[in-house]
Nanobody
Framework: QVRLVESGGGLVQAGGSLRLSCVAS????????MAWYRQAPGKQRELVAA???????NYADSVKGRFTISRDNAKNTVFLQMNNLEPADTAVYYC????????WGQGTQVTVSS
């Protein structure tokens, strides 16, 4: 199985930046793609950004132009660079891995103050 550990969350003012990291371990050869999801209080978990093993990416419309997902395959790590943060970005951010079975990290809180 795949184990994921996120880091990098915190409290930031609107307009600020944060960089999230997610390190994968275990059966990492089974991972095809990795993604970041987020879940705000009272809302469903939603896809923020995803990246395939070859580097193809896709983003939620709400974060396009502000967030960048990248991965370092040699270090089994995926990153989410978040710029120009807005209060609406406040949520718990989860790393996910398209493995068999799908794997989730424990989540990291991102809070953006206005």
């Amino acid at each position: 199985q795949v184990r994921l550990v996120e880091s990098g969350g915190g409290l930031v003012q609107a307009g600020g930046s944060l960089r999230l990291s997610c390190v994968a371990s275990g059966t990492i050869f089974s991972i095809n793609a990795m993604a970041w999801y987020r879940q705000a209080p009272g809302k469903q978990r939603e896809l923020v950004a995803a990246i395939t093993r070859s580097g193809a990416t896709n983003y939620a419309d709400s974060v396009k132009g502000r967030f960048t997902i990248s991965r370092d395959n040699a270090k089994n790590t995926v990153f989410l660079q978040m710029n120009n943060l807005e209060p609406a970005d406040t949520a718990v951010y989860y790393c996910g891995a398209a493995a068999n079975p799908w794997a989730w990290g424990q989540g990291t809180q991102v809070t953006v103050s206005s």
